[in-house]
């Protein structure tokens, strides 16, 4: 019955005459002009990215950190012809990165200065130059027609089954990445979990400590233990040396498909690490996470993941893409992670309230005592 009347719904939508009655009758005007807008802002996403591609590209943002400027002051700046930056001007107003001020002059608006605040969304906007570029051909890209791409080379590590021996030039930029946007991960996780509770922390897939140099500042008493590919792991310690932290955080150079995981710890954590990887390697390493932890040992788990209510274009589409291109991967359910850490032979699992599940979920899991 249900598939029926959305089967009947359907043809009511499509049907051009019910079209032209909604847009004009007074009381289903508003729906219709607000499914028009939603439709013509997919249709157009693409340019919409791409100005705000140009904007972060350009420096607008930065320019504009100090007050408001004309747009031939701007166009000095940037620099571009006057026609072209006013056009730009024109078009980030439209999309609420920049705001009309006084005397013809052009400041921040609320998603310019937002952006402005948080590093790591404008170092992610800049990446996505190659993910634009390998989803030229989607549809190649969904029949396995193309050859690995530009996010391929950019995340070395993914379904290569040496990566322990990449170079630290190989890792730098993608370690640099994950650096500047973990913040905004951490903020998520330390939000729906505290860690004073807990000995030790073993952060698997840690990339340059950051991390648990945040954890730590929550949880003074805590040892933790990075483990991350080699050339990743002199990174963390560098960093651990650099936070006054090397007393009480150590890095291990490793891969949680090869080696054996450290014991000791009673809390491990996969931040952004499971949603990069296939079904195979995810069981061998949550088994291995299993053996690794004591009874009573918790695992949590943050990431983005697929079907959570209000965030669906992140998990469902976005990340869904990105992992395709990346070549390894995928976004999954919690029913689906829930199956999977059950399996390994984890209980308790709970899915954690966070503020923005758009950048990440929070999942907790337990060792059996």
């Known amino acids: 019955m249900h598939d029926r009347l959305l089967g009947w719904r359907d043809s009511i939508l499509a049907n051009p005459g019910f079209q032209r009655f909604a847009g004009s009758f007074a009381l289903t005007r508003p729906i219709a002009r607000r499914r028009a807008s ?30 408001p400027l004309d747009s031939a002051e701007l166009a ?39 952006l402005r605040g948080n590093p790591g969304v404008a170092a992610m906007i800049e990446h996505h130059a190659m993910l634009y570029d390998d989803l030229k051909d989607p549809i190649a890209l969904l029949r396995g027609d193309v050859g690995a791409g530009q996010l391929a080379a950019y995340w070395p590590y993914a379904g290569n089954r040496k990566a322990a021996n990449l170079s630290r030039e190989a890792i730098a930029p993608y370690t640099a990445l994950m650096a500047m946007s973990q913040p905004m991960i951490s903020q998520q996780v330390l939000s729906a979990y505290s860690f004073r509770g807990h000995r030790c922390l073993l952060d698997i897939g840690g990339g340059d400590g950051s991390f648990i140099v945040a954890v730590a500042a929550q949880a003074p008493k805590l040892r933790c233990v990075l483990l991350d590919l080699p050339a990743v792991a002199d990174q963390a310690s560098e960093r651990f040396r650099a936070e006054g932290l090397s007393s009480r955080a150590v890095a291990i150079g490793g891969s949680f498909l090869a080696n054996r995981l450290p014991e000791g710890a009673d809390i491990v954590s996969l931040v952004r690490v499971i949603h990069d990887h296939d079904d195979a390697d995810i069981m061998t390493l949550l088994r291995a996470v299993h053996l690794a932890l004591p009874p009573d040992g918790t695992l949590l788990i943050a990431e983005p993941i697929s079907g959570v209510r209000g965030a669906e274009p992140i998990g469902d589409a976005y990340f869904a893409f990105y992992l395709l291109a990346m070549g390894s991967g995928r976004p999954r359910t919690f029913v689906r992670l ?19 599940p758009m950048l990440a979920s929070v999942i907790t899991a337990k060792k059996r005592n």
């Open 38 to 67: 939603a439709l013509f802002d997919l249709c157009a996403g693409f340019v919409y990215s791409q100005v705000l591609f140009a904007c972060v590209r350009l420096k607008l943002f930065d320019q504009l950190a100090d007050g």
């Open 76 to 114: 000095l700046l940037v620099p571009l012809p006057a026609d072209a930056t006013s056009t730009l001007l024109d078009a980030a107003v439209s999309l609420q990165l920049l705001q009309r001020r006084s005397d013809g002059r052009y400041g921040l608006g609320s998603l310019g200065a937002a």
């Open 338 to 356: 829930r199956d999977m850490l059950t399996e390994a032979g984890f209980v308790d699992i709970a899915l954690r309230p966070v503020a923005m």
